[in-house]
């Protein structure tokens, strides 16, 4: 997906999370953090196709974006079902599925894989051991950090790159300009995502992160 005619296209993150209310301020934080860095995010939110199966709206989106963010902590128990929630592990398999058995580009995909607990995945997803898995607990100022230092080994030699504590208080001076944003756009509920993604990108371009080599 390109940034804007005659510019060249951000890197892509593909964003593989949930969407319920109580997961929205890690949501709404990481979309923050990667656009903030300098990364464009990829959701299925992204596209309104009722003609297109959500799968398939997956499965293209991460055969183009060369890095993911996978959010596995909501992968439990539904306590309204009764039953296992495994969205995410399934979209978590098909990426790293492109990357062991796809082409030359796809065999460079980079993954972070999150959890509320670092090692509670072993409880459900065992297969997974051996990866790196973060915790967050649920934390948006860790996930912020997180999601900062990952993309920072991936930001190339020399680049300095402003640390999770600063981009975190950068995302709280977003945080108090949000409602006034939404306000003035008439969105009374929580903005969907290409929305939200809009409002950041513009607030971003007014202030972007702190020059990190400043002194």
Same mark, same amino acid.
């Given at each position: ?31 923050f953090t990667v656009m903030a860095l300098g990364y464009q995010v990829r959701m299925a939110l992204e596209i309104e196709d009722s003609a297109q199966s959500r799968l398939?709206?997956?499965? =293209? ?88 230092? &990952?993309?920072?080994?991936?930001? =190339? ?9 600063? !981009? ?30 809009? !409002?950041?990108?513009? &607030? ?12």
């Amino acid at each position: 997906m390109a940034n804007q005619a005659g510019k060249r296209p951000l890197p892509e993150v593909f964003l593989n999370c949930p969407f319920d209310d109580a997961y929205r301020p890690l949501y709404q934080a990481i979309v923050f953090t990667v656009m903030a860095l300098g990364y464009q995010v990829r959701m299925a939110l992204e596209i309104e196709d009722s003609a297109q199966s959500r799968l398939a709206k997956i499965v =293209g989106i991460i055969r183009e974006t060369p890095y993911g963010i996978h959010d596995i902590s909501r992968a439990g128990v539904d306590p309204d079902s009764g039953l296992a929630r495994f969205n995410m592990p399934l979209e978590l398999g098909l990426f790293l599925g492109a990357k062991a058995y796809g082409g030359t580009v796809q065999q460079r995909k980079i993954a972070l894989i999150l959890d509320t607990e670092r090692h509670r995945y072993q409880r459900f997803i065992s297969d997974i051991a051996g990866n790196d898995i973060q915790a967050h607990k649920d934390d948006p100022r860790n996930v912020v950090t997180k999601v900062r230092n &990952w993309l920072a080994t991936h930001a =190339g030699a020399g680049t300095a790159v402003l640390g999770g504590a600063g !981009v975190f208080a950068h995302y709280q001076r977003f945080l108090v300009d949000l409602p006034a944003i939404q306000d003035r756009l008439g969105h009374d509920d929580d903005l969907p995502f290409v929305d939200y993604q809009t !409002v950041v990108r513009h &607030w971003l371009a007014g202030s972007p992160l702190p020059d990190a080599r400043a002194s």
